[in-house]
């Protein structure tokens, strides 16, 4: 295939160049990873290639689920680390690095970042997405894109939509309701397509209430262009199509891989038999020139070699600022260099630093952290495995290496425990059975603890998992999947030459059972019901009081930090500006993580007990206050309403809580904030309440009541005394108001005719001047 760096401009073929056997032919991939040249009017091919968290380029014969071996690329932290830093600046910093090594290699989109919602903990693909929340998701993915599009090359926003399991991945309906659609799982898609355009868009395999996402007119046209103003292309996920006509009018613009030329065939035949306009096509395959013409535009942006140091630097750097401190009590961290320590667990040794399946990288290099730990201690640092990564390690081998790891762990003043999920346990393809650590590992945390309390135990694991002996430890870190630098991340984190500053982008719950979708997840015979409409992650428990292990946005640091009174202001474009000093009472250099969460008590819709709608990333020296400004967008405040299937902002007293995590309140403010006007259309079916309510119709049946009830004889002998009658009336049909009014007057309608109502209910839906 051509190499994008040896052309000099980007091909100046237009659709009107083209045959529709050779427009149709753009619309699906040459091979795995390349799309189709047309080489008679100089259109060369493209080769995209997976991402999200390093680039994955392969040999031509390659595969998409990471079983072949690719080019030497750096492994950043993947998304559930990074995500974790809350930190949009980091972000595009590593989309930068992304996108330098993606033009290196010659490749024109890389592809990711994936934004869906941790739904469950059970998704076997956790490890690749940022959040349970969608602004955490929006925020960060939107850097990302930006970073990796700086450098000439494009990315691919994924997997659009509702795509939050593994199981049945290729079929299995999201049934969701709009709310939570638009809400929570549409909402992080929306931010990086306005705020950052990425060159593509990937649609996932799932179908979405019934159809596949890669033939969702709605999805892929409606929402994605009309409302969004997506101006790129859509990609399928590979071997997402299932009907590709249908899927091209629908706006699924470029399929892959290739299909061997069938779909290509299918079009042809669709536009000659007169069931596809050739309009169509037109229209994606000039959405691929487009793409090529970028690609070509960009070739050559960043030139090589790649500097491999700076960019282990960067993913080292990203690795520490992902770590979640979740627990040290009596200060046990960070560790005296000059003590002796005892270094257990074999994922110390053999570091597990990215999930299995399509986002696999070969990395430049692999750091481990028993040895970081070792190059930064002075004292004595001894090491046993203390159990088995593999399934073939039996019981008898498990308890030998515990004995083993009990006496090095008795020898020492403090245990540095790995414990975490083996790769077999969680990858794309399919979802995790429950969230416990294997057994043989906390059969050995027990050991362990019997002889030396002293013990900091280090997570590695790519979705959450249960934390029963949180408080049996004087401190726990949360070390993710942190990448190919993330040994020597963890080592400057225990030593204190980082301070942990990161925090949780989803809730460590105390039970699988206590989740939001635990009895909807996996669903059953390929549809999947979202049975917990908005209240995903903290959002659920929080509304429901359960306890959790650590909650959404919670992470210690090695110094502290203090509030001060927050203010909330709206600005002239009606976006809420929150301000709050924040003061580093500590002796450290230190990096806060300021939250803001918004509620409205008495809302006339369902809402959780609050919502993130801003954050910002503070570092801060000792004893310095900043005053952080945080902005808070008016869109962020609106939920979508059903009636009129639109954005709404409702007028109130909004609550605006900032915090250290969701359950870490430090401040509050209320600001009003002046309300949409929102105008419901009117039928038959609306109740006397909502006819009552609209500013047309509203007054005269107002004085139409008034009348009629004036003139019940009796009325007042069968109210009981303060029994408002008008109220009673508010869920009574419109439609039904002449039967009411009729019974009332013998039988003749009391004046109330078919056609009065017809009349009011057409003059209220009459456009207003």
């Known amino acids: 295939m051509t190499d994008l760096s040896t052309l000099d401009a980007a091909p100046a073929a237009s659709i009107d160049d083209l045959t529709l056997e050779e427009k149709a032919s753009l619309t699906s991939g040459a091979s795995f990873w390349w799309t189709k040249p047309i080489q008679r009017v100089g259109i060369p091919a493209i080769m995209v290639t997976d991402g999200p968290h390093g680039l994955r380029k392969q040999a031509e014969g390659g595969d998409h689920l990471g079983i072949g071996t690719s080019v030497p690329a750096t492994c950043f932290p993947p998304a559930v680390a990074l995500g ?52 955490v998701s929006g925020v960060l993915g939107a850097a990302i894109v930006k970073g990796v599009q700086s450098q000439g090359v494009g990315a691919s926003l994924k997997h659009f939509a509702a795509n939050n399991q593994e199981d049945d991945r290729m079929r299995a309906s999201s049934d969701v309701d709009p709310r939570p659609l638009r809400e929570i799982y549409l909402r992080g898609f929306q931010r990086v397509v306005e705020d950052a355009q990425p060159w593509t868009v990937m649609c996932s395999y799932n179908r979405i209430n019934g159809v596949y996402a890669s033939e969702d007119p709605w999805l892929l046209t409606k929402v994605l262009r009309d409302e969004w103003g997506f101006e790129g292309l859509v990609v399928s996920d590979w071997g997402a199509v299932n009907e590709r006509v249908p899927g091209l009018a629908a706006g699924m613009d470029l399929e892959m891989p290739s299909s061997g030329g069938v779909t290509d065939a299918q079009i042809v035949a669709a536009v000659r038999d007169g069931s596809l306009d050739e309009a169509v096509v037109d229209v994606a395959a000039g959405r691929v ?120 762990a008795a020898d020492a003043e403090t245990v540095v425990l790995f414990l975490g999920l083996p790769a077999r346990l969680e990858s794309e393809g399919y979802d995790r059975t429950d969230i416990d650590l294997p057994a043989e590992q906390l059969e050995l945390l027990d050991a362990v603890l019997a002889v030396n309390a002293n013990v900091v135990v280090v997570l590695s694991n790519g979705g959450v998992v249960a934390l029963p002996f949180a408080e049996r430890v004087p401190a726990l870190l949360e070390g993710w999947l942190l990448g190919q630098a993330g040994g020597g991340a963890t080592a400057d984190v225990l030593f204190g030459v980082v301070n942990p500053s990161a925090k949780l982008t989803e809730t460590i719950p105390v039970r699988l059972e206590d989740t939001p979708a635990y009895l909807d997840f996996p669903g059953e015979f390929s549809r999947v019901r979202y049975g917990e409409g908005l209240f995903v ?30 203010v909330a202001a709206v600005a002239g474009d009606g976006d809420v500006v929150v301000t709050v000093p924040v003061t580093n009472t500590g002796d450290r250099d230190g990096r806060e993580v300021v939250q803001v969460y918004t509620s409205l008590a008495g809302s006339r819709v369902q809402r959780p007990v609050r919502e993130l709608k801003s954050f910002a990333s503070v570092a801060l020296a000792p004893g310095e206050t900043r005053e952080v400004v945080l902005t808070v967008r008016r869109k962020d405040l609106a939920y979508w309403d059903i009636r009129v299937d639109q954005w709404v902002v409702e007028g109130g007293a909004y609550s605006v809580e900032v915090g250290a995590s969701s359950r870490d309140i430090r401040a509050a403010a209320a600001v009003e904030i002046p309300g949409d006007d929102v105008v419901v259309p009117l039928s038959k079916s609306s109740s006397m309440g909502e006819v ?78």
């Open 289 to 408: 020139l487009d793409l090529v013409r970028k690609a070509t535009d960009g070739a050559g942006a960043v030139e090589g070699p790649l500097d491999v140091d700076a960019h282990h630097a960067l993913a080292r750097e990203a690795a520490g600022r992902s770590i979640v401190l979740l627990r040290n009590e009596g200060g046990v961290l960070p560790l005296a260099r000059d003590g002796r320590i005892a270094v257990i667990g074999e994922f110390a040794e053999k570091p597990r630093y990215q999930g299995a399946g399509s986002s696999m990288i070969n990395p430049t290099r692999l750091d481990s952290a028993l040895d970081e730990i070792r190059a930064l201690a002075d004292g004595e640092v001894s090491y046993a495995a203390g159990f088995g990564i593999h399934s073939t390690t039996t019981a008898e081998q498990n308890a030998a290496l515990r004995a083993e790891a009990v006496a090095v």
């Open 692 to 769: 009552m309510a609209h500013p047309v119709a509203g007054p005269v049946v107002q004085a139409a009541i008034a009348q009629m009830m004036s003139g019940m004889d009796g009325v007042e002998a069968i109210m009981p005394e303060g029994v408002d009658a008008t109220k009673m009336m508010e869920s009574f049909p419109f439609g039904r108001i002449g039967m009411f009014a009729a019974g009332q007057a013998g039988g003749e309608g009391g004046g109330v005719s078919p056609e009065m109502i017809d009349g009011l209910i057409a003059m209220a839906n009459a456009p207003r001047q």
């Open 537 to 566: 992650g903290y959002r659920w428990y929080d509304a429901r009081r359960l306890p959790v292990a650590f909650p959404f946005g919670h992470g210690l640091s090695y110094t502290t930090f203090s509030y001060g009174d927050a």
């Open 84 to 135: 974790s830093s809350w930190d949009a600046d980091l972000a595009r910093r590593v989309g930068e690095a992304l996108g330098a090594e993606t033009s290196i290699e010659g490749v024109a989109v890389l592809l990711g970042p994936g934004i869906n919602i941790k739904r469950s903990p059970l998704c076997g693909r956790n490890f690749e997405y940022l959040s349970e929340d969608p602004i």
